[in-house]
């Protein structure tokens, strides 16, 4: 068995604002092994978004136990929090992924410099991500000049170049055609099985759930079933 | 990883915050300039009107000190509070020549003075009567310039009246007059003179109440020897007239006091306060304005991109660095305003400084400028404090006014920000 | 749907032509009301920029209403200090005596005279005689001007008003002197103490008499102060050997009446010189008339700085609602009524605006409608004929036309922000994402 990237332990986060304190998810236990590609999958307002977000550090759960790369994650502060996401977790999401002023390649430059790295080493390794994503020729266009499946491709290049134990895609293919979701996916399994990345979705595309080695459902916060 | 290699690291960060920030400027071409032109017409206003009061001030001092009073007067130290006329300094002569060799000094002129009774046949007059060394108040005083008649006090019994004097009084050049007054111990000080010259400065106080003699026929007159009321003093620099006085104050004998133009003429020091306050109540209320719509732009910025800050903040960023590069933006938009506004400023002024502004052709100044002894050409003048002093105070203004909003993002939940309607 | 949708920067004079054919044209049009309506709410949908808006409007507005009343206040001061200083609104005097003040320039007042004024106009007259003479007491020599007066007609200077140490004078035959502070000091003197006075009389000789002090007074200017000495006017007349005045001043209940009663002066006194204050002191005339141009540039600098943020933030508005208004332009809204929205918009922000500073101006106002001290800058003000201690004056013409200019600027700097929304293509902006 392979170690695992994720622990979740009764996990649990309310929305106590609205009106009728909200369960987005109740007491999840979930556990993702490093090389895996999970599925997160369910209706909206399943909680399979929540779940992603909590496990990437962007949301806090109101409960339990969320261990990433084998730091415990809950109580962490903000700046930690950033930090995690910075250095250990790759995001891509629905749409807007791209700093609109930025090409592709400073897009991807961009997270490596915020990772404090040099300027060379930043370029190399950026020119050889999206040259293994087989994207070379957007490198100097602006997210404006590219189409959606160009823009994901993108987003998943710089979500990838520094290495992430961690990639997690919410919705990657929502805003996509059909016969781009097949190329992305196709890059992702790429990514999956020749580099090893650890990869999970949260989605509904049941085009998506045919490429992942493990599906996990949710529904009304909790998991209901889990299979591959 | 040694010193030196972070910190060039950090400096290529920086130079990319820079380049994002300034991109994301033209996204929205239209609110930029407006905010920088807003700046920029701000700055613009506030540096030309500067340029003015720093010009106008110093004519103001040097039409005002030039008149009468001097940049520094040496004087008995009771005279100025009692302008008696046994207050006097002696060994006048011996003081004005000692003065003259003071470095900064330019010119000394020693003056007797007391308030006596002219009469001319049968109209007298109360005035004050001034004795002066012809060539040494040339030097300094600008009262000779504004000769109307006759000549400066060509002879030695030669007298030099107001116009207003002179019509009261009846006497028109080549008459005689007589003064009469007391001297110091209170005996009867009598002087005869013949009117030489006339002068008409367009201040009613100074024609209708002044009159000059030669210093020696006053002090023979007046009973005082070599004694001296007042030693008026130039300098080159009216601006460091106090620091040249508390310099020769430490070194003068102990019974000469010296006097700044801010103490011999009160009224000047605080017509110019006055008017920087009031001035700077205007640029006050220019600032807050500009301010903020800046608040507003950086309001309207922040709200149409919370989802690219979610995102940001998402891939790792931390909040103050997104605050930071809206911190560099507001920088920019500030950057162009200057430019703007110095350009503008300077296109404006440069050629003004060099020709200057005839005031006197402005409806109703004519006697604003006599009133307030201001001369009749202004020349507004530009300097490092003009160029800089409205800028920096507007950066404060546009930092505080971007970091308002900005700081929002602190307090951005991610996930929620993610999720906002774009 | 097409036609409407024009061709691209289509104005809308040119969209309006291209519907003067259309039959159902009247009820083409957004009622006010719904206009109203929208703009109201939308003005809410951004509380906070909207909010920020509105604060830089009135604090613009207050400010610049603020510094109105400051200017308006040192215009009244100065003119009323100048009509207070023996100049009154109107004065009567004998043609030269301005140049060259003294007895000789005398005149007799006919009985009467007073019939020709509108007792509802005048608050009050003095005739006087003024004249230069010199004072001297035992140590010191000063040029004065000295004034005999009836004190019962000085309800209308300064002097009824100033506070006096020893006595005032008892009428016109009073034989002692009134004399300013400054004055006092400068000749080391004190109520009871006797002074002497040089002056020419009637008959061209020099007329020399002693005076005993009654009682020293205190004005705002020392310049005032140093220059005038009273005395009763019948006993100055004995001394010069005459009967005449040399003046006769007039004040005004009523200031806009000061044409109709020069004229009626003019009448009474054919040969003599009818002036007005402004002719008297035109320094202060000049400061007075220089505060109402002032009050124009400071309007146009402040609200200038705020046209900017304006028109950024309503092509903002106009940008958020491109959809929205791309919308209602396919439901068939008129390029007319896109501009009339934008207008609107922009002038009820500028209205609220405007009715929030004049509502600050009034609160900031009232904590210091009892006057402002300016002690510090005494002598500089008392230069410029200004009290020490100056009391701000709200002009409703002032407020009218601070508000007026404003919704004015308003309207213009909605222009581009209108033309924009115009601009906007249905199809284009209804697509857009």
């Known amino acids: 068995m392979a170690e695992e990237v994720v622990t979740c332990r009764r996990v649990s986060r309310t929305y106590a604002e609205e009106a009728v304190p909200v369960h987005a998810l109740c007491r999840v236990d979930f556990e993702l092994a490093a090389g895996e590609w999970v599925s997160l999958a369910g209706p909206s307002g399943s909680g399979k978004s929540t779940l992603l977000h909590v496990i990437g550090g962007l949301d806090q759960p109101t409960e339990g136990s969320i261990v990433v790369d084998g730091v415990e994650i809950t109580g962490l502060a903000a700046a930690d929090l950033s930090d995690l996401r910075l250095h250990k977790i790759g995001f891509v999401f629905q749409a807007y992924n791209l700093i609109p002023v930025l090409s592709a390649l400073e897009n991807v430059e961009f997270i490596l410099q915020l990772q404090g790295v040099g300027r060379a080493e930043r370029r190399q390794r950026s020119l050889e991500t999206l040259d293994s994503l087989g994207i070379p020729e957007l490198a100097d266009r602006r997210p404006g000049e590219m189409s959606g499946g160009q823009q994901q491709r993108v987003a998943i290049a710089r979500a990838i170049v520094t290495n992430p134990v961690l990639l997690l895609a919410d919705e990657p293919s929502a805003n996509l055609d059909t016969a781009t979701t097949e190329e992305l996916l196709d890059v992702l399994r790429n990514l999956n099985r020749s580099r090893g990345v650890t990869i999970v979705t949260a989605t509904h595309d049941p085009m998506v759930m045919g490429y992942t080695s493990r599906q996990v459902n949710l529904r009304d916060g909790r998991v209901v079933t889990t299979g591959s | ?422 | 749907m097409t036609r409407e949708t024009g061709p691209p920067g289509g104005d809308p004079e040119n969209s309006r032509s291209e519907f003067s054919n259309a039959p159902a044209r009247g009820r083409n049009r957004i009622p006010v009301r719904l206009l109203l309506q929208f703009s109201w709410r939308n003005l809410w949908r951004h509380r906070r920029r909207n909010g920020i808006l509105l604060s830089a409007i009135a604090v613009a507005v207050a400010g610049v209403l603020l510094l109105n009343t400051l200017l308006r206040g040192m215009q009244y001061d100065m003119m009323n200090t100048a009509i207070d200083n023996l100049t009154g609104h109107v004065k009567v005097l004998a043609p030269g005596y301005l140049d060259d003040p003294g007895i000789e320039r005398g005149f007799d007042t006919p009985p009467d005279w007073q019939q020709v004024l509108d007792p509802d106009a005048v608050e009050g007259w003095a005739a006087r005689i003024r004249v230069p003479a010199v004072i001297m007491s035992e140590r010191e020599t000063r040029g004065i001007q000295l004034v005999g007066i009836d004190p019962e007609q000085e309800s209308i200077s300064f002097l009824h008003t100033a506070a006096i140490e020893g006595e005032r004078l008892t009428g016109r035959g009073d034989r002692r002197l009134v004399i300013g502070q400054r004055l006092a000091d400068d000749l080391a003197t004190l109520p009871g103490r006797r002074l002497v006075l040089v002056t020419q009389g009637a008959d061209g000789r020099t007329r020399e008499a002693g005076f005993r002090i009654a009682g020293i007074y205190r004005a705002e200017m020392s310049l005032v102060e140093s220059a005038f000495v009273f005395t009763g006017r019948d006993a100055l007349q004995d001394l010069l050997g005459t009967g005449d005045v040399t003046e006769i001043s007039v004040r005004l209940a009523d200031a806009p009446r000061e044409a109709e009663t020069m004229a009626a002066l003019a009448t009474a006194f054919e040969d003599l010189d009818v002036l007005s204050w402004r002719q008297l002191e035109p320094q202060a005339a000049t400061m007075v008339a220089f505060a109402d141009t002032s009050i124009y540039i400071y309007f146009l600098i402040v609200m200038g700085a705020l046209v900017f943020g304006l028109v950024n933030t309503l092509v903002t508005a106009v940008m958020e609602r491109i959809r929205e208004l791309g919308m209602l332009r396919a439901l068939g809204m008129r390029p007319r009524s896109v501009v009339a929205q934008v207008v609107t918009e922009s002038s009820l922000i500028m209205a609220t605006g405007v009715a929030i500073g004049i509502a600050v101006a009034g609160g900031v106002f009232s904590l210091v409608a009892d006057g402002i001290d300016l002690t510090a800058f005494d002598d500089s003000l008392a230069s410029f004929g200004m009290r020490p201690i100056f009391v701000p004056v709200v002009e409703a013409t002032d407020v009218v036309l601070v508000a007026v200019m404003s919704l004015a600027l308003g309207l213009v700097a909605s222009f581009y922000p209108a033309r924009r929304a115009v601009k906007i293509k249905p199809l284009e902006a209804l697509q857009r994402r």
Not at chain 2, 155 to 182: C, H, M, P, Y
């Open chain 2, 1 to 422: 990883m040694t010193d030196p290699r972070r910190d060039a690291r950090a400096g290529d960060t920086g130079a990319m915050f820079v380049r994002v920030a300034w991109r994301n400027l033209w996204r929205r071409r239209l609110r930029t300039w407006m905010s920088a032109s807003g700046m920029g017409f701000a700055i613009f206003l506030v540096s030309v009107s500067m340029s003015f009061q720093a010009g106008s001030y110093d004519a103001w001092i040097e039409t005002a000190t030039s008149l009468m009073a001097g940049h520094l007067q040496a004087q008995h130290p009771a005279y100025f509070d009692n302008p008696e006329v046994r207050y006097a300094l002696t060994e006048g002569i011996a003081l004005t020549r000692r003065f003259e060799n003071e470095p900064g000094i330019v010119a000394v002129s020693p003056r007797t003075e007391a308030f006596a009774l002219v009469s001319a046949g049968e109209r007298s007059f109360g005035a004050l009567i001034v004795g002066v060394d012809r060539e040494r108040d040339m030097a300094l005083s600008s009262l000779p310039d504004h000769l109307s008649a006759g000549e400066y006090l060509p002879g030695a019994d030669s007298a030099f009246l107001g116009t207003a004097l002179a019509a009261n009084l009846g006497v028109d050049i080549g008459d005689e007059i007589v003064v009469l007054g007391a001297t110091g111990e209170g005996g009867v000080a009598a002087l005869m003179a013949r009117v030489d010259g006339l002068f008409d400065t367009g201040r009613p106080e100074l024609d209708r109440s002044v009159l000059q003699v030669g210093i020696a026929s006053m002090q023979a007159g007046f009973d005082l020897g070599d004694a001296v009321h007042r030693l008026v003093i130039e300098t080159r620099d009216a601006r460091h007239a106090s620091d040249l006085k508390a310099i020769l104050q430490a070194a003068a004998p102990m019974d000469v006091r010296l006097l700044d133009w801010n103490e011999l003429l009160p009224e000047l020091e605080q017509a110019i306060q006055i008017d920087r306050a009031s001035a700077s109540m205007m640029y006050w209320l220019l600032l807050i304005v500009v301010a903020m719509s800046v608040i507003n732009a950086f309001i309207m910025t922040v709200f149409e991109r919370t989802r690219e800050f979610g995102m940001l903040l998402a891939i790792g960023m931390r909040p103050n660095a997104i605050v930071g590069m809206l911190g560099i933006e507001a920088v920019c938009v500030w950057a162009i305003g200057v430019v703007i506004g110095i350009v503008l400023c300077v296109a404006v002024v440069l050629p003004l400084s060099a020709i200057g502004i005839d005031v006197s052709g402005i409806e109703g100044m004519e006697q604003l400028a006599a009133q307030l002894m201001m001369p009749d050409r202004l020349y507004p003048s530009l300097n490092v404090n003009v160029l800089t002093e409205s800028p920096l105070w507007m950066l404060a203004g546009t930092l505080l006014g971007a970091l308002i909003p900005a700081l929002r993002v602190r307090r951005m939940q991610p996930v929620e920000a993610l999720r906002e309607e774009e």
